[in-house]
């Protein structure tokens, strides 16, 4: 069994509206981007492949063999090796995370010595209703029921309405509704939130690769149109296209590259997943569970942890999540976004990248290209948005909505070698 997996190779196409590229050319995009990241000549050291996309199927009627198809061309051309398994993965908005995960379990097993993790997703597509549908395939659609009569009882619980039916997305709803109880429960303020969905506009506008680069001011967060209450439309994710990738590899692989690309590998501490269930809203959702056993298979705690991506879908769930992580006691998350402690310069910059508000979420691509920030601010390449001497990065990313928390999440800690 190997000890130590790196990541050796990592890029991100910009996400954005993209109606000249399909989805192969994405593919190829973070490919040849990676490939070129890693300085590799060719791919022939790719051993495995592991492909995260969660609309091909629905939107653009390419189901079963998703990555297969994608890689198919690549393969013709020789830009990536013959009789490489390419498997497809797919866990809702956790799937980049899923993929990597499993690339790092092939190295860590001794099985291969180096594997690749590619995201990509077009959501722009002339019917909006199959883009739509595809999101809606996020919850457990034979038992939607259930899901909305959940909900139904935390509105009770918190004096609000649950609202729900055509037209609206029912995954903002949800998130909602937490912001909701959590601000019934906490006294978060819909302010605190626009404070996160500001500071995040601002990251993005410093991002290349950001699908909004501009600033928007917390009046005019508070001011945009409502989603739904009390999430205005600057703080949710926009629909999006890209691709991501990264190449990991084993140190042994690693002590054969040249000593400057050893010096930009990045080491992988942990990568953990886990599952959603049923829950209480009071009890701690599983990415606190993916959270702690990343940080014990780490032997690093929140305090260590110098730089942050996660899942923020909403702004709201930055103030989760940055109580789910450890980064603030449960409750206290509005108050610790709005303090400025996740800022570029504050105790613990979240969302360098401008987090999925502003760098945009095309699904099967986002959890590799939060890993790509990581990696970037942990090279100390991240231009104006860079955290000053950066060690230790983590990742979350959460995928589905079962109940009050997600189906799936994967949590990733980084460290730069």
Not at 322 to 346: Q, R, V
Not at 385 to 399: M, S, T
Request: hydrophobic share 35%; aromatic share 8%; glycine share 10%.
């Amino acid at each position: 069994m190997i000890d130590t997996v790196y990541i050796i190779g990592s890029f991100s196409t910009p996400f954005q509206k993209w109606p000249d590229k399909s989805g192969k050319d994405l593919t190829r995009d973070a490919l040849v981007g990676a490939l070129k990241d890693a300085e590799f000549t060719d791919a022939g050291s790719i051993e495995s492949a592991y492909f995260s996309n969660c609309g091909m199927g629905i939107i653009w009627d390419q189901d079963l063999v998703r990555g297969h198809c994608m890689f198919a061309p690549m393969v013709d051309e020789g830009l990536f090796p013959e009789r490489v398994p390419i498997v497809n993965v797919e866990g809702g908005c956790a799937s980049g995370s899923m993929a990597v995960h499993l690339a790092w379990k092939d190295i860590l097993s001794g099985l291969h010595d180096v594997s690749i993790a590619v995201g990509m997703d077009k959501f722009y597509h002339e019917d909006m209703g199959k883009v739509m549908t595809a999101f809606e395939h996020g919850i457990d659609r034979e038992d939607r029921g259930r899901l909305i009569s959940e909900y139904q009882a935390v509105a009770d619980e918190c004096g609000q309405t649950f609202q729900f039916g055509p037209n609206r997305s029912i995954f903002m709803d949800t998130y909602a509704m937490q912001a909701c109880w959590h601000m019934w429960k906490w006294g978060t303020t819909q302010r605190q939130i626009a404070v996160g969905a500001s500071k995040n506009h601002y990251n993005g506008s410093l991002n290349p690769n950001a699908q909004y680069r501009f600033e928007v001011p917390v009046e005019k967060v508070l001011d945009d149109y409502e989603v739904s209450y009390p999430v205005t439309r600057s703080m949710c994710a926009p629909i999006g296209d890209g691709a991501a990738a990264a190449i990991l590899c084993s140190e042994k692989f690693l002590k054969t590259q040249p000593l400057h690309v050893q010096k930009r590998a990045v080491k992988v501490r942990a990568s953990t997943l886990s599952g959603g269930k049923h829950r209480p809203i009071s009890e701690p959702s599983l990415t606190r569970w993916a959270a702690e056993k990343s940080y014990k298979l780490s032997g690093l705690s929140p305090q260590d942890i110098n730089v942050a991506e996660v899942h923020d879908a909403t702004s709201f769930c930055e103030i989760y999540q940055a109580e789910m992580m450890g980064f603030c006691p449960i409750g206290e998350g509005g108050k610790f976004i709005e303090s400025g402690a996740t800022m570029l310069d504050g105790k613990i910059p979240i969302n360098t990248s401008g987090g999925l508000v502003s760098k945009g979420h095309p699904i099967g691509a986002t959890g590799i290209s939060m890993i790509y920030e990581i990696i970037t601010q942990l090279r100390g390449e991240a231009e104006k948005r860079q955290v000053k001497d950066a060690q230790y990065g983590l990742i979350e990313n959460g995928g589905g909505v079962i109940s009050v928390e997600e189906f799936a999440c994967g949590v990733t800690i980084l460290e730069r070698s």
